[in-house]
């Protein structure tokens, strides 16, 4: 649908512009806007390219380890099917802390490799095991510690002070990941029960 919205919204703005008399501002405004777009789009890459990096890091040292044994109390009680399967696990850990970092394209590879793992053990290959299911909730609503993307964009639009999102998106990511992984237990729960 969007294929349509677009071009036809883009060569009304064109018409309008002619018959009005405002190419000039058309013009002038296609050109600031590339500038707005390649500038927001090298904030963004060398924030990406700047956390990839220290993932990467982290993982190749024992403080992913680390971090992935405090984590599994937790990924253990939400994902209780899956416990026993490391490779999973592991790739949930991942997933989990590229989302707590607000890297959400760094923690989509890890978010597959999870799914591709969870779909191994999925007993009834045409529908999502309740694990699969729990990812899919806390990837959704992930708690966001440092909204690292979001930082970069107001960076890149001249904000006053870049971070004051921080608070506002520690409550809205927590009570949005507390209402998902409930309402997943219950639903879950509610399955299990008919």
Do not use: H
């Not at 009680?77 to 590229?98: D, R, V």
């Not at 639009?157 to 608070?167: G, H, M, S, V, Y």
């Not at 209402?179 to 399955?191: D, W």
Request: with cysteine; glycine share 4%.
């Amino acid at each position: 649908m969007l294929n349509y919205i677009w071009p036809i919204l883009i060569l009304a703005s064109f018409i309008y512009a002619i018959f009005s008399g405002n190419v000039q501002n058309l013009n002038s405004s296609i050109f600031k806007s590339l500038e707005e777009v390649i500038t927001l789009s090298m904030t963004l890459v060398g924030t990406m390219c700047l956390w990839c990096g220290m993932m990467e890091i982290v993982k190749n040292t024992s403080i992913m380890k680390k971090i992935i044994r405090m984590l599994r109390p937790v990924l253990n009680w939400l994902f209780p099917e899956s416990k026993n399967n490391e490779e999973a696990m592991e790739n949930i850990s991942m997933n989990t802390i590229s989302n707590i970092l607000g890297l959400g394209n760094a923690s989509t590879p890890a978010g597959i490799k999870a799914m591709e793992s969870l779909q191994k053990e999925n007993k009834n290959k045409q529908k999502l095991s309740n694990s699969m299911l729990m990812l899919i909730v806390l990837n959704t609503t992930s708690i966001e510690l440092i909204p690292t993307t979001v930082i970069a964009i107001r960076t890149s639009l001249n904000a006053q002070n870049p971070a004051d999102i921080i608070i506002p998106i520690w409550f809205a990511t927590i009570i949005g990941t507390v209402v998902g992984v409930i309402s997943t237990k219950i639903l879950i729960k509610r399955s299990k029960n008919k």
